[in-house]
């Protein structure tokens, strides 16, 4: 079936290095692609999206790139620092009819290596 | 500005049980969806509500039902509980359209 997924678990990041955490998805018409970062005991908080119609968004300290070629998704992370750990989700509208429908990926815990 | 707000926070229920919980959106949003969240998971998509209908749902079962009332707030039901509803219960909300949604930190359901 469709799903979006993760290549890694874990990624362990030495501070100030930079992360990339990335995401696979299946459904080539999916339109709009989210990324979220959940710390322990809280929801999902939004870090950037990104429109199917642009390859690359940046935001403060990160940036996300669209493969549409390859159905890719990557969040970058510059000069990670500790409250970056948490766990990071891509989320892919899959709705349908002008609905919107998101579903996530199982997710990839970033640990900041002081 | 209040984001979005759950209530309870915490619930322990035993199985056959029903069980309601509670969601505010964030001021300005007027759609709300529900997420179901296992233990090391990503959030599984339950259903969303728009205009006090349920536009859109995911794989669940009838079990699962909801509502959204004329001020936008929503509920979430769940009958005849089992073990594995067990789970953190996100809501989210967003603006009419392809906009990000906005989750609340859950309520964590403990189904003994």
């Known amino acids: 079936g469709e799903s979006v997924g993760l290549h890694l678990p874990t990624l362990s990041v030495q501070e100030g290095d930079n992360s990339i955490i990335n995401c696979a998805y299946s459904?080539?018409?999916?339109?709009?692609f989210i990324w979220y970062k959940q710390e322990s005991g809280k929801g999902p908080q939004f870090i950037i999206d990104?429109?199917?119609?642009?390859d690359k968004r940046q935001g403060q300290r990160v940036t996300v790139l669209l493969n549409k070629t390859v159905k890719h998704l990557s969040l970058q992370i510059a000069a990670t620092q500790p409250g970056d750990s948490a766990v990071y989700f891509c989320?892919?509208?899959?709705?349908?009819?002008?609905?919107?429908?998101?579903?996530f990926g199982t997710g990839t815990r970033l640990k900041v290596l002081a | 500005d209040a984001g979005v707000t759950q209530s309870p926070t915490h619930l322990i229920k035993t199985r056959g049980q029903q069980v309601t919980l509670r969601c505010s959106p964030k001021?300005?949003?007027?759609?709300v969806s529900w997420y179901q969240q296992a233990l090391g998971q990503g959030p599984q998509f339950i259903f969303q509500?728009?205009?006090?209908?349920?536009?859109q749902r995911g794989n669940f079962p009838d079990r699962f039902s909801g509502h959204q009332f004329p001020n936008y707030s929503s509920e979430l039901n769940v009958n005849a509980l089992l073990l594995g509803d067990s789970a953190l219960y996100l809501c989210?909300?967003?603006?009419?359209?392809?906009?990000?949604?906005?989750f609340g930190n859950g309520t964590r359901l403990t189904v003994t």
């Open positions: 990104i429109r199917s119609n642009m």
């Open positions: 989210a909300s967003s603006r009419t359209g392809n906009s990000p949604l906005h």
């Open positions: 459904n080539s018409a999916s339109d709009y």
């Open positions: 989320a892919e509208n899959r709705g349908t009819s002008g609905t919107y429908k998101y579903i």
């Open positions: 509500y728009y205009e006090e209908e349920e536009r």
């Open positions: 001021s300005g949003h007027d759609t």
